[in-house]
């Protein structure tokens, strides 16, 4: 099949999905490159010829696509037949596939975790007085990573790690509890990146934290270092509702204001804001208008995630700039709440200020050059780096004001509407 021919059957199919509705697989199609390949012939009806259309999508995306990846296939599949039945007999499917990683040095890059790396965030976890084996005893810990009864004993009156560490451990307790950092055994300090990123996801596993606040924050700390060094640990499924985590390289390039975007997402458990998440990730460079409306979006759930957690209502007639308010009320994100007598107050209360009207000014954007509107032919859209300035913005936002509710829920939780109902109705019981 000819190029130009290719191109116009896609647009096509990019064109009949937005009609209806299914804007992310019509982005997936717009945005990546494609191709058709013959892979097959069948004699029936005086010959039909068997064609693939490959939609090369980026390693990190497809893994991304997880279960979706087959719908999504099935979805372009039915448009490409729409638009190709009435000209040929052929048979046409689309197939999602990862494109050739280009990079000659591949084989050196990313193979290590620094050193002072995996020191901070040990002497993070020091500092957070948090145990390393949470709810576990150290060997049941250890067995989840180690085959401790293959490593050796540094008591000569044990013949293996295991029965070691549960004499200093569990049964004694003469070790002391972050023993494991420099036991070389585990040689976690200096030994490969994927063993001390396997210690730190097991650390925040359902099984061995079933916190899951506490779980994210050290999410959120591990990240903190890991970022700088290439890696992440992000959330891969859940486990009787609560996350299973896992290691992975940060793609080249990715905002870091994403990445604080999902842990956020994560401790407040927003699916909706998970899903644009998803969106802006695969849109700063590639749609920048697209990534400026999805920024607005993000903020505009965010604030409707924590109101409905803490029970306050918002009408299908508020608008960003009154959800906003509703928001600052309840959180008591008010300039005033800074006295004069802090030390730079007035500079407190400018900031503060202006992150309120940061919302405002996000709609404002996004009603001039985000996606949603019509343009004219003259019109010139926002560069890429206006969609990151938009995006890190929002951000800032939602990481704040997140960080706010989970303080005021800390030190004066707010009853739900059911449980107030549930108290109310015992009274009037009694």
Known sequence: MESPQLEEIMATVHALLLEEGMREVADLVRNNNFCARQIGYDNWNGGIEIWEVLIEVSPRELVHLGPRKSQMEEQISARLKMVLERETENWYSAKIVPERVKRSNWREEGNDLPRQTRINILDGLRLED?????????????????????????????????????????????????????????????GPADIFLRFLCEMVHPIVRPSRSEAFKLVSHFNDQLHRAGWEIREEERIAGRPRFAYCQVA????????????????????????????????????????????????????????????????????????????????????????????????????????????????????????????????????????????TSAVAFIDFVAETYRYREAMHPKEDADSKEEVKGTTKAS
């Open 130 to 190: 948090a145990a390393w084996y949470g709810e576990l005893n150290d060997v049941e810990f250890l067995s989840r990573i180690f085959d401790l009864q293959t490593l050796p004993s540094y008591d000569i009156r044990y013949k293996d790690a295991a029965s070691d560490i549960w004499q200093h451990c569990i049964n004694n307790e003469d070790w002391e509890r972050d023993w494991v950092f420099t036991d070389d055994r585990f040689n976690l300090l200096d």
């Open 252 to 391: 080249h390039g990715e905002s870091h204001a994403v990445s604080r975007a999902k842990t956020v997402a994560d401790a407040l458990d927003a699916g909706w804001m998970a899903k644009e998440i998803e969106r802006l990730e695969n849109a700063v460079d590639r749609d920048p208008a697209l990534a400026i409306g999805t920024a607005k979006d993000l903020v505009e759930s965010c604030c409707k995630t924590i109101l409905s957690k803490r029970s306050v209502s918002v009408s299908k007639s508020d608008d960003l700039g009154d959800i906003t308010k509703k928001l600052t009320k309840e959180l008591l994100l008010v300039p005033e709440g800074i006295t004069d007598e802090a030390k730079g107050a007035e500079a407190i209360r400018l900031i503060l200020r202006n992150l309120t009207q940061l919302t405002s000014n996000l709609a404002r954007i996004r009603g001039l050059y985000g996606s949603g509107h019509g343009r004219d032919g003259q019109h010139r859209g926002l560069q890429p780096r206006h969609a990151r300035l938009a995006v």
